[in-house]
């Protein structure tokens, strides 16, 4: 592709994707609840994508949007029935299209056809112009058509990452950047001509500059927020896909679509979310049958929750099946060498045993799950994002898991600590208190125990965890973090305080090293490396184990 041509593809991209996602919406609202006004809305998304395609030169998938309009036309005037058969087909119409545009299609694999034989069944549908019955099997024509297709490993086509921004946002950030110009002028003034002045002046410039530039930053971090809604519209399809290919009978709740998050948390949570709503739908949900049986509604519910809760986000993915079995996994981790004792650990412990690459449960290995491949990568992408997931289940009345996400990944609240000539910074809502070590701990080594107010807490020394080397000072201190694993120390030389944290990614010789999340540079230039709480307090937790043991 010519390179002046590239940006016009980017967006071309951009603006298909936003297309064709809302044309599944409606095609779903459209199977759920048939209406005219729906039907046309859905003509228009079609005759829209074909014209972007003819712009571009994508003449096969110009020809299939036409042919879809045809069936559309057909629909409208009656001379077809729209069945869960026909539905089906025009879903997969969607995915054909992403795939001829060079979009990865989102349909779940069983259910997904080429983009060829979506068309020619599409082409011979609107040939026949007759109302139809629904097949009277799931397999049939659909499924002597289909090919493998395997997922794709390349990487998705370059897009444009846009979002849309509202007129009076960015009036009112245009207005601040004036403010802020004028204010940097003043104090520049006043600094050249500092004899004039007072110090108290001086600051007071400062902080009205400061005040504006805060005020700049808090309306970006505003910017960057969207709906977390967003995120949960594909699985919609993917619940119905699901249901088609394994005979469940589900429905879909969703609740706090309109709680904003930022958009790169909301672009990383895509994947996690869809590996717990497949494990939902394949190990929590009970078929109807079984259902019956003990005495449930034959149609199962599954729930995406999400609200603000003590300055974070919380994403819920909640079903009402059959619920984690406790002695499943006891079991399972006993034959894996995961747990030694024969009796039944905490809930908190146990569940966690899930969450280890190529734990699995299930009896048989499908299409679906089985693999053990899934939960593991659930936990890494959510603790990437500063995370934490819970588990919460009832025998026989389903599961809920947990997601507690930070708002923003580019700033944060920090409290720094300094060990040697080093600073580090702790995200300040996992400090909990600051305490002086007492002497008789003043000894070298990685890992200790404190009596704070009468119950062992262990603590991590970062001197000795980080090879620093030097001297132990006169005098340290115990910063106590806390997270849902539980509580610990970290042993450091000196306190620092608190203050907003900018959030840098790690360089390459530093990505994957266990105990740090990131990086950010100082006021006087130089860097200070952001801990990984959940990674230390781990580490902190698994050295004092042996202790209490003996």
Do not use: W
Request: hydrophobic share 40%; net charge negative.
């Amino acid at each position: 592709m010519k390179p002046e041509l590239e940006k016009v593809h980017a967006v071309f991209l951009t603006e298909t994707e936003e297309q064709l996602t809302s044309l599944e919406q409606d095609l779903l609202a459209l199977e759920a609840s048939p209406g005219p006004e729906t039907l046309r809305a859905v003509f228009r998304t079609v005759h829209t994508l074909k014209g972007g395609a003819a712009v571009m030169g994508l003449s096969e998938a110009v020809e299939l949007a036409h042919t879809l309009e045809d069936l559309l036309t057909r629909l409208e005037g009656g001379a077809l029935v729209l069945h869960s058969g026909l539905g089906t087909l025009l879903l997969q119409s969607v995915d054909a299209m992403r795939e001829l545009v060079g979009l990865r299609p989102v349909a779940e694999p069983d259910l997904r056809l080429p983009a060829r034989d979506v068309h020619a069944l599409l082409d011979s549908t609107v040939k026949a112009a007759r109302p139809m019955a629904p097949p009277s099997s799931a397999g049939g024509m659909e499924r002597a058509s289909r090919e493998p297709c395997a997922e794709s490993s390349e990487s998705s086509p370059a897009r444009e990452r846009t979002l849309r921004v509202g007129l009076d946002r960015l009036d009112r950030m245009l207005d601040l950047t004036g403010e802020i110009a004028i204010a940097r002028g003043r104090l520049t003034s006043m600094l050249v001509q500092a004899h004039r002045y007072t110090p108290q002046q001086l600051l007071e410039a400062h902080r009205e500059a400061d005040r504006l530039y805060l005020d700049l930053q808090e309306l970006v971090m505003k910017v960057r927020m969207v709906p977390i809604g967003r995120t949960f519209q594909p699985f919609t399809r993917t619940v119905r896909d699901l249901c088609m290919a394994t005979g469940k009978l589900v429905r879909l709740e969703v609740s706090g679509e309109d709680v904003e998050v930022d958009t790169t948390v909301a672009e990383l949570i895509r994947d996690p979310l869809t590996h717990l709503v497949r494990n939902a739908m394949d190990h929590g949900m009970e078929t109807p049958e079984v259902r019956r049986e003990r005495g449930k509604d034959p149609t199962g519910t599954l729930a995406l929750r999400a609200f603000h809760e003590a300055g974070t986000i919380v994403i819920q993915v909640s079903e009402d099946g059959a619920g984690l079995d406790r002695a499943r996994i006891a079991a399972r981790a006993r034959e894996r060498g995961l747990l030694l004792s024969e009796e039944m650990p905490p809930d908190a412990d146990l569940f966690a045993f899930i969450f280890e690459p190529g734990f699995s449960t299930a009896e048989r290995i499908t299409e679906l799950s089985g693999r053990g491949v899934g939960m593991d990568v659930v936990k890494r992408n959510v603790e990437a994002l500063r995370g934490t997931i819970t588990v919460d289940t009832s025998p026989g009345q389903g599961a809920t898991f947990s997601l507690r996400l930070p708002l923003t990944l580019s700033i944060i609240e920090g409290f720094s600590v300094g060990v040697g000539e080093e600073t580090y910074v702790i995200p300040l809502e996992n400090v909990l208190e600051c305490v002086e070590l007492p002497p008789d701990e003043r000894r070298p080594g990685r890992t200790g125990f404190i009596n704070l107010r009468g119950e062992p807490l262990p603590y991590l020394r970062l001197r000795e965890h980080f090879q620093l080397g030097g001297e132990l000072p006169p005098r340290e201190n115990i910063v106590v973090i806390g997270h849902e694993r539980g509580q610990a120390g970290i042993a450091v030389d000196t306190l620092l305080g608190q203050g907003q944290t900018v959030i840098k990614p790690l360089g390459k010789l530093c990505q994957g090293l266990p105990g740090l999340a990131g990086s950010t540079l100082l006021g006087d230039g130089r860097v200070a490396l952001i801990l990984d709480v959940p990674a230390l307090l781990q580490q902190a937790l698994k050295a004092a184990q042996p202790a209490v043991a003996a």
